[in-house]
């Protein structure tokens, strides 16, 4: 295999892991980047109490569904409110990098 031909592989196979990811966003994912916003804010002020109530609190008043998106933060590594941002952000602007 030539190195142009590997290149493209890799290239492909990056595209396909993105659009995995993006496909399992529980959100848009501008609403989730809204949400590690409003987190960036709260925690320091707020505190994490090792819940999500911060995270919660945000879903519902935004009108989404809480256990989906709890379910999918679980599959991330973010069980609570600093984890969400601490874990969960990296993975996501990972994961829709261009
Ligand atoms: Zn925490």
Excluded at 10 to 39: G, I, S, V
Aim: proline share 2%; hydrophobic share 40%; glycine share 4%.
């Amino acid at each position: 295999m030539d190195a142009a031909r590997k290149k493209n592989l890799k290239t492909q196979w990056r595209d396909q892991q993105r659009k995995a990811a993006l496909a399992a966003l529980p959100l848009e994912l501008a609403e989730l980047k809204a949400m590690f916003d409003m987190l960036d804010v709260e925690i320091p002020q707020k505190g994490c109490d090792h819940t999500r109530r911060l995270t919660e609190a945000w879903l519902r008043s935004r009108g989404h569904d809480v256990e989906s998106v709890f379910v999918w933060l679980n599959t991330q590594g973010g069980y609570c409110d600093c984890e969400v941002l601490a874990n969960v952000e990296e993975r996501v602007d990972e994961s829709t990098r261009a």
